[in-house]
């Protein structure tokens, strides 16, 4: 059942205007007082979570064109992106001699001049664009030599190909490299004999030439403008089923898995050293999570020990083995995803799972003491017991939560300040009613919240986000500002095409609506919470000195209605500079979105030497953002 609104809402509701029906128009003010500081805002707020899903990662992050290039699935088969070129009799999925995996394609050879292979196509390639890759081939000697060839159009001449003349027997890997002479979205690489005898294909690769390490640079570029002090991963849903170890090694013989949570294989090609890496490149901190749905303690204590421990460890030494030395000294591991729930691989009672937990903690902490470890938390019971029983077996908890669509601007806007509320409220009531808790607060890390809804644009889960979900998550920062002593940390779910604050096509990568707005706070949103009083409402008004110096005092204000506002502002303790910078967020209508490869429809507007007002102007729809300097 829908909650009754509550005098704010109905507020809302009155101030709206053409959504809701015209009524007796609220006038908003509010009153800013900088003397009244609050507990800090964490920087880890601006949190990131990915997790093998969709095209998060595959398709999204890492630069990998081809899909199931380690063949998972028999090559024309239902779930195979890979055809036969020739008679489909002639390639047949050998179980005796894989190179990785339990099989690989084997194309016998007619021996007459005809090709036979097979191609994998809907490749995106550009025009004048360089691609490598490489190929794992085992050949008779009279199916010498390979060709493989990167196609763009249908003639004889849109491709270019690379002819092999190598290897004739074993396994053995070559390289591969093309240009593109056109641009096209159905692309294709082709892998052909003309020969006789057969051939087999282990595994095969094909890159942008400018990928950075196995990284997209576009989305690459696009993960630096969101500057997240730290990525959440491998999951979600996906880590109760995962092996850690299947991720290490040289990425060719990395085994191919089904995906154990949801659609799609597992390539196994990011694992820990490319995601640690990851976030090296980003300058961010790692949050692993461990598998205590189907693993056990022994499984995450060994891989606390491979990432943080000595060289000399056992997990040291196969980690230098495996190209890194050092340890990373990740510092925040969570123990597990959601078990509460029944859709978890490995749920179990609450009883049982708080048992689990501690003996996962126990076993961690040995490994490195210094590590932070948070717990699966779900307001109600779930999180009452877990920290009854397990409050000193862990230094958060964490929470979830998803919001779907509403019909109106206003209700659909406020679901996410009122859920972060929701979570805030249970929290201090656990900490008043929880002995366990008197001595040893748990912060909140809300490591998973979004909008969830609409079609998959953009692969299993891929939504695409509008102007009004943007104005949803700016006033979702608010309400984690305001709870700024509760929350440690939030993660935002997830990062690239997956309920994504960036989308991806083929070739191109955008800034989503959301993903603009977490930018905006990030960069210039201040980490002193101050008190805000007054009746604001329509409006969302948060404020908070930039740094500990005092210099600029920061005022964000979202305009959640379809009417431009006007908001009367009064400064305590504080005097104003003449002119203000000046940021705003807006667009056509509610259903403004970014797409890639187009120009985008929300964005930031900055606007410098503005001047200061005793009343803020909001256009329609609208988040903006001000630095007001302290008048010298």
């Known amino acids: 059942?829908?909650?009754?609104?509550?005098?704010a809402a109905l507020m809302f509701l009155i101030a709206a205007g053409g959504a809701y029906g015209q009524a007796r128009r609220a006038t908003p003010k509010?009153?800013?007082?900088?003397?009244?500081?609050?507990?800090?805002?964490?920087?880890?707020i601006y949190g990131q979570f990915i997790e093998h899903l969709g095209r998060c990662i595959y398709g999204g992050i890492w630069a990998e064109m081809l899909e199931d290039r380690k063949f998972f699935h028999p090559v024309g088969a239902k779930d195979s992106p890979w055809e036969a070129v020739g008679e489909a009799r002639n390639v047949r999925m050998n179980p005796i001699l894989p190179y990785v995996g339990v099989q690989a394609p084997e194309i016998r050879l007619k021996g007459d001049g005809a090709p036979g292979g097979i191609v994998q196509k809907g490749l995106g390639v550009v025009a004048g664009k360089s691609y490598v890759g490489r190929i794992v081939l085992a050949a008779d000697p009279g199916?010498?030599?390979i060709e493989v060839s990167l196609i763009w159009g249908p003639g004889p001449d849109d491709r270019q190909a690379v002819e092999l003349r190598g290897p004739k027997g074993d396994y053995a890997t070559l390289p591969l490299a093309f240009t593109a002479a056109a641009s096209s979205d159905q692309a294709g690489l082709q892998i052909i004999s003309r020969g006789r005898e057969a051939f087999r294909i282990g595994a095969v690769s094909l890159m942008p030439a400018d990928n950075v390490e196995g990284f997209r640079p576009d989305v690459l570029a696009l993960l630096k403008e969101l500057d997240s002090p730290v990525y959440r991963w491998p999951g979600?849903?996906?880590?109760?089923?995962?092996?850690?170890?299947?991720?290490l090694g040289e990425r060719d013989t990395r085994p191919p898995r089904k995906n154990p949570a949801w659609l799609g294989v597992e390539s196994n090609d990011v694992g820990?050293?490319?995601?640690l890496r990851l976030c090296e490149i980003l300058g961010t901190e790692p949050y692993i999570a461990v598998n205590s749905g189907q693993g056990s303690e022994t499984m995450a204590a060994d891989e606390v020990e491979y990432v943080n421990g000595p060289a000399d460890a056992p997990m040291g030494r196969l980690r230098a083995a495996n190209g890194h030395p050092a340890p990373w000294?990740?510092?925040?591991?969570?123990?597990?995803?959601?078990?509460?729930?029944?859709w978890q691989l490995g749920h179990m009672p609450l009883a049982d799972y708080a048992l689990k937990h501690n003996r996962f903690a126990n076993r961690m902490w040995v490994e490195d003491p210094a590590v932070k470890l948070i717990g699966?938390?779900?307001?109600?019971?779930w999180s009452e017991g877990m920290l009854k029983e397990s409050a000193r077996f862990m230094d958060f908890m964490s929470e979830h939560f998803y919001v779907q669509s509403r019909s109106g601007l206003l209700d659909h806007v406020s679901q996410m300040p009122r859920e972060i509320k929701r979570i805030a409220d249970a929290h201090r009531a656990y900490r008043k009613s929880i002995p366990a808790?008197?001595?040893?607060?748990?912060?909140?890390?809300?490591?998973?919240?979004?909008?969830?809804?609409?079609?998959?644009?953009?692969?299993?889960?891929?939504?695409?986000?509008?102007?009004k979900d943007a104005l949803g998550v700016a006033a979702g920062l608010h309400e984690f500002f305001r709870n700024s002593d509760l929350f440690i940390m939030a993660n935002y779910a997830q990062t690239v095409n997956v309920i994504g604050a960036i989308k991806t096509s083929k070739t191109a990568a955008v800034l989503d609506s959301t993903g603009v707005v977490l930018k905006l706070y990030r960069n210039h949103f201040g980490s002193i919470p101050v008190r805000v009083s007054g009746a604001p409402e329509p409006l969302d008004v948060a404020a908070a000195w930039k740094d500990a110096k005092k210099k600029i005092l920061t005022v964000a204000v979202v305009n959640p209605t379809k009417t431009a506002q006007k908001l009367p502002l009064t400064l305590k303790g504080f005097k104003p500079a003449k002119t203000v910078a000046k940021y705003i967020i807006t667009g056509a209508d509610e259903l403004a979105c970014n797409v890639p490869g187009r120009e985008p429809g929300v964005r930031i507007t900055e606007l410098t030497d503005v001047p200061m007002a005793d009343s803020l102007s909001l256009p329609p729809m609208s988040i903006v953002l001000y630095e007001i300097g302290v008048r010298s």
């Open 1 to 7: 059942m829908r909650k009754a609104l509550g005098p």
């Open 30 to 44: 509010a009153t800013i007082e900088a003397g009244a500081l609050r507990t800090p805002i964490s920087k880890y």
């Open 143 to 145: 199916a010498v030599p």
């Open 236 to 247: 979600g849903n996906f880590v109760s089923g995962y092996d850690w170890r299947d991720g």
């Open 272 to 275: 820990l050293h490319e995601f």
């Open 329 to 342: 000294k990740v510092r925040f591991w969570s123990i597990g995803n959601e078990m509460y729930g029944d």
């Open 376 to 381: 699966v938390g779900a307001i109600g019971a």
């Open 437 to 467: 808790l008197k001595d040893k607060p748990i912060p909140v890390a809300l490591d998973e919240w979004n909008y969830w809804y609409g079609p998959h644009l953009y692969g299993e889960l891929g939504t695409q986000y509008f102007l």
